[in-house]
């Protein structure tokens, strides 16, 4: 069992490479997103570009969100409006409005006063999703860990949009752990949701791929238990697991 590294590691990839070690499960750094023959991985922890360039000739199943799940969630646990549409669509927009890609950073996440603002269709393809939300600030914003229907961990990481990093509050453990009551058989058994505070009440800030995620402070240990259920091999992914498998995607 083998974890397989992109070229240049995060402060915190270095961290679960350590965790990794420490448990005895060998690494690869590639030093390009290129595969040389031979090497052989069967989990997988980095960005989605290299993983969509590595896990098919691993065999990895990178394990996701669907890319509507966070605008397909009751206004409870969202505290504002959102909604998954094209880009083409997001250009008619005429107001401002918080806008990002669903599972990658293909589209900057960030404010745009209004669609022209967005990434013309000479860079991005029309038919490319994204999340269009009402503004808002969150007070403060945390990260939990999901497995098997279970907060495993997590860290706080900002405070009024600021990097501020500290544990996980009870609060938020708790909130968490209703989430997944409510709400974990939409999400594959491994996986970072993102949440915060909006005017003193939880919401979901966004679900991220596990394999892809800070840990900021939370436990390396059971950050690598998320990270390896989260980026197995495909012939592994239990029934419920297969419908969040991402597929590879391709540059316009």
């Known amino acids: 069992m083998t974890l397989v ?5 995060t402060a915190s990839a270095q961290r679960l490479r350590d965790t990794a070690h420490r448990r005895g499960l060998p690494t690869v750094q590639l030093p ?7 090497v052989q991985a069967d989990h997988l922890h980095a960005g989605p570009t290299f993983a969509d360039a590595v896990a098919p000739l691993f065999g990895i199943a990178p394990l ?9 969630l009751p206004r409870d646990f969202t505290r504002r409006e959102i909604t ?11 107001r401002p409005a918080f806008v990002k890609s669903p599972n990658d950073k293909s589209i900057r996440a960030m404010i745009y006063t209004d669609g022209s603002r967005l990434p013309g269709p000479d860079a991005v393809d029309r038919q490319t999703p994204v999340l269009v939300s009402d503004i808002v600030d969150f007070a403060t914003e945390y990260r939990l860990y999901l497995l098997d229907g279970a907060v495993h961990t997590g860290s706080q990481y900002a405070e009024q949009g600021r ?11 708790a909130f968490g752990t209703d989430l997944v009551a409510g709400l974990g058989h939409t999400l594959p058994t491994a996986i970072v949701v993102d949440v915060g505070i909006i ?5 979901v800030i966004e679900p991220n791929a596990a394999w892809a995620s800070g840990a900021y402070e939370a436990d390396g240990d059971l950050v690598l238990d998320v990270v390896l259920r989260a980026a197995g091999p495909r012939a592994t992914v239990s029934d419920h697991d297969r419908q969040f498998i991402r597929l590879p995607q391709r540059s316009p």
Do not use: Q, S
């Open 5 to 9: 590294l992109p070229p240049r590691l």
């Open 32 to 38: 390009t997103f290129e595969v040389p023959a031979g």
């Open 64 to 72: 996701e969100a669907p890319h509507n799940w966070l605008a397909g």
């Open 84 to 94: 998954a549409v094209t880009i083409g669509e997001a250009y008619e927009l005429r």
């Open 163 to 173: 990097l501020r990093l500290g544990p996980a509050t009870a609060d938020a453990l």
């Open 199 to 203: 005017d003193g009440r939880w919401a």
